[in-house]
Nanobody, 115 residues
Framework: QVRLVASGGGLVQPGGSLRLSCMTS????????MDWYRQAPRREREWVAS???????NYADSVKGRFTIFRNNARAMVYLDMSSLKSEDTAVYYC?????????WGQGTQVTVSA
């Protein structure tokens, strides 16, 4: 059974920082690419960042230079460090994995950026 559990969201002021975490189980974590997505109210789910099994990363233009995705294979966890947060970053953030063509999603963690 594949399980992804996201945590670390909360309320933060503009310009602040947060670290999101995603704990995984049921997959051979170290061989899988991992992703973070987010979804704001009344918006489609948006891809944010990806990290490959070898550690290569890619980011959406909207977060480049502010967000960092990294992984700890020994702990089967993926993280998203967010800095210089803006109100536009307010969303539910989801971690994501794919196995044999099936998509798996964490439950989501709410990030609210507000003064």
């Amino acid at each position: 059974q594949v399980r992804l559990v996201a945590s670390g969201g909360g309320l933060v002021q503009p310009g602040g920082s947060l670290r999101l975490s995603c704990m995984t189980s049921g997959i051979n974590f170290k061989i899988h690419p991992m992703d973070w997505y987010r979804q704001a109210p009344r918006r489609e789910r948006e891809w944010v960042a990806s990290i490959s099994s070898d550690g290569s990363t890619n980011y959406a233009d909207s977060v480049k230079g502010r967000f960092t995705i990294f992984r700890n294979n020994a702990r089967a966890m993926v993280y998203l460090d967010m800095s210089s947060l803006k109100s536009e970053d307010t969303a539910v953030y989801y971690c994501h994995a794919t196995r044999q063509g099936s998509h798996y999603w964490g439950q989501g963690t709410q990030v609210t950026v507000s003064a």
